[in-house]
Every structure is written in structure tokens, then in C-alpha cells.
T-cell receptor
Framework: DQQVKQNSPSLSVQEGRISILNCDYT??????FLWYKKYPAEGPTFLIS?????DKNEDGRFTVFLNKSAKHLSLHIVPSQPGDSAVYFC?????????????FGKGTLLTVNP | KAGVTQTPRYLIKTRGQQVTLSCSPI?????VSWYQQTPGQGLQFLFE???????NKGNFPGRFSGRQFSNSRSEMNVSTLELGDSALYLC??????????????FGEGSRLTVL
């Protein structure tokens, strides 16, 4: 049972445009959400997070939006740069983190074309 | 500051063999987690250790085990390897502090191929 779903395996955008990566979750106990970025031959790196008490968090070119009623979150990258080309994973945890476990989606490969 | 170090980076085993993977967390980090990454399933949680204690285990068979040493270094072991165990095994550590934040620092992974 996939509790965190990234339905788009890949996304291609032009440099300078907006990239929007989507993520849906089914577990209503999740109350904290994160995005990780992964380049080939490297481990994932933390990008940005959001608590369920917020609906938006911004960090430079990266903004995460959370719609709790729809159990949906999205990552916006504006403007997109070729160096943003990577696999992006959505992740979530709940119960205040008491189980020390992240549940990940399967990832979306973002390609930013120059 | 050195990152999370995993060894070996690549290894090839045959079915039925066993394998041990090692992870050294960032200095000062005491929590170590392990995740399995496969193309079809994404990243799946294996286990988490803190101060030599396993605090949680994912939904994997008993062939998958791990441990943590007093210096926070961790190992995971997979016995009686199956073809489906071929994957990238990722270790991550997290900053000491108050509670789990989800912000993990991952190593580059150990790529296991089972033939």
C-alpha cells in the first residue's frame, strides 16, 4: 500500500520556467512532509519541509504547498535551472516522529532543459 | 565535516550468500537509519538505531538485520540473498536534538547486485 504517491515518474521543463512536482498521501496520521533531491550516484539530500499546521513554506527558489483537505502537496521551483535536474522524492512522517521513520514516494525525475 | 560514509560502494553476490554493509554517520550524530532503494518501490525504511538500540524496524523479512556500535557506526546484514535483494542500500544519520525532524543526511549508498 503506497501511502505516499508521486504519480508522475518524470517531468521536463525549460530553463527559467516553473517546475511543479506533485505528491499525494493517504495516511491521515502524517503531519510533517519533506522533499529530498537525489543526483545519480549520490545519496538524497534534504531540500525543504512543511508542517501540517502550515500551508506554505518558502526557501529561495523552492516553495512547498500543502493542501491537507486534499492530502496533496506540491513543490514549486522558480525559476528552474539545469542544475535542478535530479530525482525528487516526497516524504512524510507522523506521530510526532515517534517511529523515527520516513515514508517516501517513488520519486519524480525532473529534467530542466537549457 | 565528513559526511555519512558507506562501505563497500558496490558489491556482487550470488543467491544464498550473505552480505554485511557498513555505515559511519556524521561525527556527533547518534541516530542511524537504513533504507532500501529499488526502481519499482522507491525508498523503503529498513530500521533505525540510536545508542545501540533498534527503535523501529520496517516491513522486511528476518533475513535483514542490523546493529549499531557504541561509536554510532552501524552495520546491516542480509542473509540467504535473493535476486530481489538487488538494490541500493542507503544509510542516513540525523542531528542530535529534540525529536525526529525527518531531516536525514544520507550516504552515497551501497549498490548490491545479487546474481
Amino acid at each position: 500500500d503506497q501511502q505516499v504517491k508521486q504519480n508522475s515518474p518524470s517531468l521536463s521543463v525549460q530553463e527559467g520556467r516553473i517546475s511543479i512536482l506533485n505528491c499525494d498521501y493517504t495516511n491521515s496520521m502524517f503531519d510533517y512532509f519533506l522533499w529530498y533531491k537525489k543526483y545519480p550516484a549520490e545519496g538524497p539530500t534534504f531540500l525543504i519541509s512543511i508542517s501540517s499546521i502550515k500551508d506554505k513554506n518558502e526557501d529561495g527558489r523552492f516553495t512547498v504547498f500543502l493542501n491537507k483537505s486534499a492530502k496533496h502537496l506540491s513543490l514549486h521551483i522558480v525559476p528552474s535551472q539545469p542544475g535542478d535536474s535530479a530525482v525528487y522524492f516526497c516524504a512524510a512522517f507522523g506521530q510526532g516522529g515517534s517511529n523515527y521513520k520516513l515514508t517516501f514516494g517513488k520519486g519524480t525525475l525532473l529534467t530542466v532543459n537549457p | 565535516k565528513a559526511g555519512v560514509t558507506q562501505t563497500p560502494r558496490y558489491l556482487i553476490k550470488t543467491r544464498g550468500q550473505q552480505v554485511t554493509l557498513s555505515c559511519s554517520p556524521i561525527s556527533g550524530h547518534r541516530s542511524v537509519s537504513w533504507y532500501q532503494q529499488t526502481p519499482g518501490q522507491g525508498l523503503q525504511f529498513l530500521f533505525e538505531y540510536f545508542s545501540e538500540t533498534q527503535r523501529n524496524k520496517g516491513n522486511f523479512p528476518g533475513r535483514f538485520s542490523g546493529r549499531q556500535f557504541s561509536n554510532s557506526r552501524s552495520e546491516m546484514n542480509v542473509s540467504t540473498l535473493e535476486l530481489g535483494d538487488s538494490a541500493l542500500y542507503l544509510c542516513a544519520s540525523s542531528r542530535p536534538g529534540t525529536g525526529f525532524t525527518g531531516e536525514l543526511f544520507f550516504g552515497e549508498g551501497s549498490r548490491l547486485t545479487v546474481l
